[in-house]
């Protein structure tokens, strides 16, 4: 008599960095379809892979500034793009090839018969073959209902049906809404199959894995007839990595049941007031779950996203800082909480929150009171930076089709949107005099600072000489304060015709997680950081990972 099959015990592993690096949060990875290699890209910006039946991982030479991983279904090549360029890599021998000298997209997915899936804003999946790369749709974007992208195409057992997200704005009523679908090579047309809204991956012998917000759902799938069964049932893991913006989960999958992702980190921020050496003055509020935070003209209100306890989801407050009295902002339990900018009279505050697929700026009363007015030449994907001391120009970025572009709209009479800066523009603030602005930007292949002039003409003058984030003025208009990428915090003085010194470092914020900073009128400087210093973020894999629902 033959014995039944034993089912395979579960192992779960936790993948740190290599010596020396950082595994940042929301990073780069992708498992084989076969479950036995991992592909990620740490601090270093190149590829590592390891065989998850070693104990070390091996960097992959020329590989320096690769994106979007992902493998052929045999799990023999790893795919990615480095600027425009498609390559492959065989991580067995270390053979790099270029498959298409440039390819569209920011997410891929391989089938045994070579045909590849891309993916990117505002543009349908589609589909090249590495023989000839030729590029052509195999979906249509419904743009007349609002559709706004479909992302994270992954091919199906059968290498011809995929899955993908489809994301629409909202603003058409709830059938607008889009979720998860069914897609195929053979026809444009496709099917829905939940609106739950994440990426998504098939797992054998007949399940789909997707997120809800950071919480793993599991629910039976039948691939002949395309679609699900039974109800969608959270796993016990913890909750992983979630950019609510994107709708992505932080997880791969294998074929054979290898799950690896990264966890949320259950991080609490101390706000406390420094000098410029990093001395302690004084603490603002006790430990809590703060984020983007945003000091008044006045140095005595703050605005900032309060997250709710187990939850991405918050809502913007609004904290006094010599009465010690909190007020509620809003009631919208949004993704990350959303973003809160100041008027210099503390009379409104102009606010962006995710919901349903958009985002958009809102006039909102400082006090909380009053409906929140729609700011016109509102289009999608936008976050509200700085409005000037004068009080005519509000400063926020746009996402446009392959980039975020800074824009002003004026807050008194005709509105009207001047675009300022192409590539990625983040962070802009304009200076005390209103003479000027200062912003991040990647135009130079990575975040640097710059500095021009406002209202914008002649050319705009780099800061950072070493990469940058965060730019800050001091509020005399006379010094730039901004952190480096080795997370410390830089100042640099300001003199005539913005020429400006060689930044200097003032001190080591001591983390990578998203130190939060603003400039105080008496020179203070406010920082948001861990409660306990966070400098990498570990990878879980569970091996035999079983969805554990009655019918399998």
Known sequence: MKRAPQPRQRVNLVINAPPELSFNYLMHFAVSPDGRQLAFIPSD???????LDEFTSVPMRDTEGAQSLFWSADSRFLGFKIEKRLRRLEPATGKLETLCDSMPGVDFSWNRDGIILSAELNEPIKRANIKDCKVTPVTRLDSARGELFQLYPRFLPDGHQFLYL????GSQGQNSIG???????????????????????????????????????????????GQLT???LPLSEPQAAFNGGDAYTNFSVSENRVLVYQPEPQIDYKLQWVDRNG????????????????????GKQIVLARAEAGSHRGDLWTWDIERKIWNRLTYHSSPGGGFGVWSPDKRHIVISIY?????HLYLKDADGSGEEQLLPASANWMRPWDWSRDGKFLVYSQHSETSEELRVLSMTGDQKTPQIAIGLGTDARFSPDGQSIVYASDKSGRSEIYVQSFPVHGRAWQISTGGGDSPRWSRDGKELFFISPNDKLMAARIGANLHTETPMPLFDLKSSEDTEFEVSPDGRLLLGVP??????????????????????
């Open 230 to 232: 039974g109800e969608a």
């Open 45 to 51: 910006g190149k590829i590592w892979v390891q065989r």
């Open 166 to 169: 489809s994301r629409f704005n």
């Open 179 to 225: 979720g998860l679908n069914v897609g195929s090579l053979d026809s444009t047309r496709t099917s829905l199959l939940t609106r739950k809204e994440s990426n998504a991956a098939y797992v054998a012998p007949g399940y789909l894995l997707f997120g809800n917000e950071g919480t793993f759902l599991v629910q039976p799938f039948d691939t002949k007839n």
């Open 279 to 298: 001395k302690k003055l004084d603490e603002l509020l006790p430990p809590g779950k703060y984020g983007r935070m945003r000091l008044s003209a006045d």
């Open 531 to 552: 409660v306990k210093e966070v400098t990498s973020f570990p990878l879980h894999v569970i091996v035999n990972w079983s969805p554990g629902l009655s019918s399998e």
């Open 355 to 359: 919901e349903s697929g958009v985002q």
